[in-house]
């Protein structure tokens, strides 16, 4: 791919661009070609329209992109009026060219700092020096035309490379003619979600193919005079296209009422003043005042002043608010690159509510815009709901196929009818009406809305389980997972976690356990567990992470919340200074037996906490006087990392591995003095980095996560059904082992090897191991234990059997890096992956799809929303809306939902399955039965099609899917394509056993003494009622029943047949009335269905036998090829590979059994880097 500045350098012939576009967790590449109306191709397109009554309307309807290459001729892109583009999925769209002209007055206003180059890059000078902007809008995102980089680029170039230097110095405000210019830019900070028209939402439904047929359709059965067959499919079509379009528009008002926001809001100006806009004014760049109650954002914005308590349940499902606390401001942070995902616990996002906000100054609450629109975080999340990954499920590309075979097989149908009606001299006008009829009737109209069928019931009995999807399309695919991913915390484990104790450590060692914190005396662990947390209160009420609560809780001291001058200045006075916060000891009466706390703690400022640096700090006040302290929390290993290397004990990873390994969550605790001699304002500008090094170890605080009950049943039901389980948790590797043991994914006598890679170094090249669980500490030293978090290497070799690696975060990047090709290997056997940031989540499960994993995900959609998204099948246990986390949102807060979504996946692939069998065998059986008539100059009556389209196959159609899932999870799944043999081999067995029937009927009757033969004379319909056709409506009925029960079996997806009451009662009131009809037809029923007298019952109770042989033939041969008939022919092709990359690696590595290669230091292989800038 060339890079855009390249793409300056050599400018495409015909304005194709390849372009990369990041979005969250993800870079997907698109291709993009420009074209340019031409007059005279314009002219001839809607002439053309006009002679064609509109076809080729419809055509570019379906097809938008003939449509613009029959309008328009390829340019480059900076001369394009239309944009083709081919998405990463291989989807194409078109979009129009937008041209705007720009004020010169507002170009003036453009040219601020450093962007002047890359704002006048935007616009473009034509004729009379007039300055236009050209732009087009895709999936809601605005792409610029930007001469320099010779491309169109997101407006959001323009400031994706800020630094943190960059927003404080933007705290001053636009001024309004720089705004109202960058607004012209920009455009609207609006999520606009369209809603179309009735009317528009009609015509669009209306030229859908599948509607398109069934005009085709009903306009040929009024020629062929059955009306009133057309006029019920007519009338059944209104119905479905009215509740679809009142559907369709109620969904898309309730998203644009989601998305859409417009509020007022204070910004501050550059002149110092401040002043209230609309929301939708709002450009990156503007200064916004965030008010003391609260504000629900409109944008994305950096925080650069005081404090915010957020509840971003919106966009994450998490219901706990978080903490916000300002940009980082120093002279290291000045040139760090502001990202809001690295930056996130300083980012105000679009569509969560601040709660409440407080000034840590005299500037009040300050925040910069930084996105807006579509490019906010909630932008990013409407988006994926209106344009969602398109779902990649072979059963659905082959019902297609399946279904152009169809078409084939009516068109030779075609051919042979339209020879046999001239054979029998039938007129013109009725030989191609009838000829066209047998494309309507090999193709049934009603496929598509009978395959969804299964899946609509799948959907509303998980809705009565408290399971909610938004993608009804998931559920088929849920029947084909192979894998399923775990989070811990909240998912496996209880959400909340208990306080087990405090071990104080030192560098001579640690002390014993103390269960009980508020006993410890006044210390610096006591002080590091008041007070190193981000908890707020909001109406007296304690709101923050439900750790940090049960921390405080274990102390027994008290948060206050200065509010008020006089408050303000009474802690101001304390303290020496200004403070967030004051944690005081529980009063006297509360305080245990022999410790005596009077001195209170003020919070002066807040690092919160964050995934990617495993830990949260706070600088603490004592009063007025007393020392500025700064309390550490956070994982052990990072913690130990940061404090002064003699301060850490010795036996630091014995007694991290005891504790983690029974199962408990540790946390490291450590401190430090800062300077005494400070100011509020100095504390407000120190670096994190420098707060967070030099630190003294104070000991872990341990906690207890227990498993939940229904963990174990579940985790052990799914390896029962050989569906793989992984873990992929934030946690520690050894709390995660122990957690794998104790719900079963690693059973007792499965072995368990650590993976661990390095990044490169100065001296060395990067480097992987793998190590025995097993295995000893041996004597390393700890220091080398805690900066590279080795895990002791053991001596023994791997025995013969099953096996499981288990990784943390920082060796899954090193691994995915440098050692690419092994990575396949790694996610094969990988059951357990910790210490794993939300974007590695993300990352692990694309790459389990990568090597064709069906992969599902189960998490509490917070940290796990990338992930969730990511999954073939994503289930959220949180409170949020589904469209919100996840396809699948759990009311269930346990993982018991896992296996009912893939027993209902797969009872629902299974109906799906059968229904399309059966909508093809009814299909094929009533072409055998026409083909025969044509032949015979006759055909079905109108009200016999009626009956046989409506009466039998809607009810069966309707209730076949109704049968509920099987209540154990076998080991078996359901096959995902319809090309296969047993499928194409059950369609074909089943076709010609009704065509042997069918004609042996034709000739069974022909040979009745009584039989009169058609007269040739007379052309149909007035030869209705006729003996042929009598035989042959009689047998045919039976078919359609007799396929319907064949193909409803229950073992091993579903429940049987009979617990489908009224599926069974409806089959056999069908059968009843097909028996009456075929033995004692009543008089006006008989001539409603144009049905012969046939004089002899000896001739009826032989076609009902026919029927019953038919029957038994039908049900012996599909047993037969459920029991394997047809796999002797897969042996007549040999053995070949499997198409899925997992299979052949398990194949691979059940061949090597030295992999992994235990006690081996396994180095990257050295690459060159070359520059392309």
Known sequence: MLLPEQQSQQQPCYGTLQQQQKKKNTETCMDVCGYQRVLWRVVLCHLFTLLTIGLPLILFHWRPKLGVQAKCRPCPLYQADCIIIRDSYGQVFTVDVVTEEVDEGSLEQLGAESEEDDWRDTVQLHKEEKRFLRYYVFEGLRYIWMAKKGAFCKVSKLDENWTCGDIYRRRTGLSRQNQSAKQVVYGPNLIDVPVKSYLRLFIDEVLNPFYIFQI???????????????????????????????????????????????????????SGIMESVSSLDLVPGDCLLVPADGLLLPCDAALLAGECMVNEGMLTGESVPVMKTPLPSGSHAAGMQYSPEEHKRHTLFCGTQVIQARSLGNDGVIAVVTRTGFYTAKGDLISSILYPKPISFKFYRDSMKFVGFLGILAGIGTIYSLVTLYRNKAPWNWIIIHALDLITIVVPPA????????????????????????????????????????????????????????????????????????????????????????????????????????MIHSTGWVLEEPEGEEAVARAEQEFGMKVVGVMRPPVVEQQPYGISLEEPLGIVRRFPFSSSLQRMSVLVKRPAGGAVEAYLKGSPEMVASLCKKETVPANFTATLKEFTGDGFRVLGLAYKTVKTQSSFEELQELERESVESGMVFLGFLVMRNLLKPETRPVISTLRNANIRTVMVTGDNILTAVNVARNCGMVAPRER????????????????????????GAGGQDSTEIITQGLYQQGSRFLDQGPYHLALN?????????????????????????????????????????????????????????????????????????????????????????????????????????GLFKYMALYSLIQFVSVLILYSLNTNLGDLQFLFFDLVITTS????????????????????????????????????????????????????????????????????????????????????????????????????????NVLYLVVLCLL????????????????????????????????????????????????????????????????KRQSKKIHKRLEVSLSQQPSWPPLDQVIQAKPCTAIDCS
């Open 216 to 270: 085709f359709s009903i306009t040929l059965w009024m020629f062929d005079n059955y009306y009133y067959y057309a006029v019920c499919i007519l009338f059944i079509s209104a119905v479905s296209i009215a509740l679809s379009l009142y559907e369709t528009r109620k969904q898309s008002t309730t998203l644009r009422n989601m998305a859409q926001m417009k509020i007022g809001v204070t910004v501050l100006r550059s």
């Open 447 to 550: 496929l598509p809305a009978a395959m969804t069928a299964g899946t609509i019931y799948s959907q509303n009995r998980l809705k009565k389980h408290g399971v909610f999807c938004i993608s009804p399309p998931r559920i088929n695919v849920c029947g084909k997972i192979k894998l399923f991913c775990f989070d811990k915390t909240g998912t496996l484990t209880e959400e909340g976690l208990d306080v087990w104790g405090v071990v104080p450590g030192t560098g001579e060692g640690f002390e014993a356990l103390l269960p009980e914190p508020r006993k410890l005396p006044q210390s610096p662990v006591l002080r590091v567990l008041a007070c190193c947390h981000s908890v707020t209160l909001l109406n007296e009420r304690l709101i923050g992470d439900p750790l940090d609560l049960k």
């Open 752 to 775: 368990l090897i650590f993976v661990h890679g390095s990044p490169p170094s100065h001296h060395s090249p990067a480097t992987l191991k793998f190590l025995l669980a097993e295995s």
């Open 809 to 913: 975060g920082k060796s899954f990047a090193a691994v995915c890096e440098h050692f690419p090709d092994i990575l396949p290997q790694i996610l094969l056997k990988g059951t357990i992956f910790a210490r794993m940031a939300p974007d590695q989540k993300t990352q692990l499960v694309q790459g389990l799809q990568e090597i064709n994993y069906c992969v599902g995900m189960c998490g509490d959609g917070a940290n796990d929303c990338g992930a969730l998204k990511a999954a073939d099948a994503g289930i959220s246990l949180s409170e949020a809306e589904a469209s919100i986390a996840s396809p699948f949102t759990s009311k269930i807060d346990n993982i018991e939902c896992v296996p009912l979504i893939i027993r209902e996946g797969r009872c629902s692939l299974v109906t799906s399955f």
């Open 956 to 1059: 069966v159609a309707i209730l076949m899917g109704k049968t509920g899932p099987a209540k154990e999870l076998c080991a078996q799944r359901p096959q995902g394509s319809l090309i296969n043999i047993s499928v194409l081999g059950s369609l074909l067995l089943q076709t010609c056993l009704s065509v042997i029937i069918q004609i042996s009927t034709l000739i069974i009757t022909q040979t009745q003494d009584w039989f009169v033969p058609l007269n040739s004379t007379v052309m149909f319909p007035e030869n209705l009622p006729n003996y042929e056709n009598t035989g042959i409506f009689c047998v045919t009925g039976f078919q359609y029943l007799i396929v319907a029960i064949i193909l409803s079996k229950g073992y091993p997806f579903r429940k049987p047949l009979y617990t």
């Open 1071 to 1134: 059968s009843a009335v097909m028996g009456w009809l075929t033995l004692y037809p009543v008089g006006f029923m008989r001539k409603l269905l144009h049905l012969k007298v046939v004089p002899e019952m000896n001739y009826k109770l032989l076609l009902l036998a026919l029927s019953g042989l038919n029957f038994i033939s039908a049900l012996l041969l599909e047993t037969a090829i459920d029991h394997g008939m047809l796999k002797c022919l897969w042996r007549l092709r040999g």
